[in-house]
Nanobody
Framework: QVQLVESGGGLVQPGGSLRLSCAAS????????MGWYRQAPGKQRELVAR???????NYADSVKGRFTISRDNAKNMVYLQMNRLKPEDTAVYYC???????????????WGQGTQVTVSS
C-alpha cells in the first residue's frame, strides 16, 4: 500500500517563503513523475509544478520564477520551494506521484491528503 504525506504548509505573509515536502512510502518499485497541485476555495484543482524521474520540470505560468520543484529519488521525496508568495497562492496543496508497486505494473496515480497554505497579512 502506497502513501503520500505532505508537510510544510502554514500561514505566511505576502512576500514570504515556504517549503513543502512530500514523502512516498509503502510498496514502491519505481516512481515516475511527481507533482504538486493546489485547490483554492470554489476553484478547480490545478497543476502547480511537475517533475519527471529524470529531473525535467514544468510549472504553471502563475508560479514561474517564484516556485521551484525538486525531488530526491533515493528518499522518494518531492519538494516545492515557494518564494515571493502572494495571497492568490492560498490553497490546499496536494502531492501527486505516478508509482509502480512492482515490476511490470502500470504506474498508478497516488495523492496525498493535502496541506493548507495561507498567504495573508
Amino acid at each position: 500500500q502506497v502513501q503520500l504525506v505532505e508537510s510544510g504548509g502554514g500561514l505566511v505573509q505576502p512576500g514570504g517563503s515556504l517549503r513543502l515536502s512530500c514523502a512516498a512510502s509503502g510498496t514502491i518499485f519505481s516512481i515516475q513523475a511527481m507533482g504538486w497541485y493546489r485547490q483554492a476555495p470554489g476553484k478547480q484543482r490545478e497543476l502547480v509544478a511537475r517533475i519527471t524521474n529524470g529531473g525535467s520540470s514544468n510549472y504553471a505560468d502563475s508560479v514561474k520564477g517564484r516556485f521551484t520543484i525538486s525531488r530526491d529519488n533515493a528518499k522518494n521525496m518531492v519538494y516545492l520551494q515557494m518564494n515571493r508568495l502572494k495571497p492568490e497562492d492560498t490553497a490546499v496543496y496536494y502531492c501527486s506521484a505516478d508509482i509502480s508497486e512492482n515490476r511490470g505494473l502500470v504506474p498508478l496515480d497516488y495523492w496525498g491528503q493535502g496541506t493548507q497554505v495561507t498567504v495573508s497579512s
